[in-house]
């Protein structure tokens, strides 16, 4: 199977019975990053988060009574 990146639009090949395949084929809302794309992305928002200028909105979990 030939995947493009979102990012970059470069085509990969992976193989037919990956699990990335699969979640692709059955979810046409999931999308493909590329390796290179993942640890760029990774890279810089681990130096942002150590920066100190990073916030991470996370909603607040109702804890219920019930």
């Known amino acids: 199977m030939r ?3 979102v990012i970059c639009d470069k085509i990969e090949p992976i193989d037919d019975e ?3 395949a699969k979640r692709l ?5 999931h999308t493909y990053m590329c390796n290179d794309c ?6 810089k ?8 200028n ?3 909105y ?7 009574e019930w």
């Open 18 to 20: 990956s699990l990335i």
């Open 3 to 5: 995947v493009k990146c």
């Open 45 to 52: 928002t681990n130096a942002r988060m150590d920066s100190g």
């Open 38 to 43: 993942s640890v760029r992305i990774a890279d």
């Open 58 to 64: 996370r909603p607040k979990s109702d804890k219920d």
């Open 54 to 56: 990073f916030r991470l």
């Open 25 to 29: 084929r059955n979810r046409p809302i």
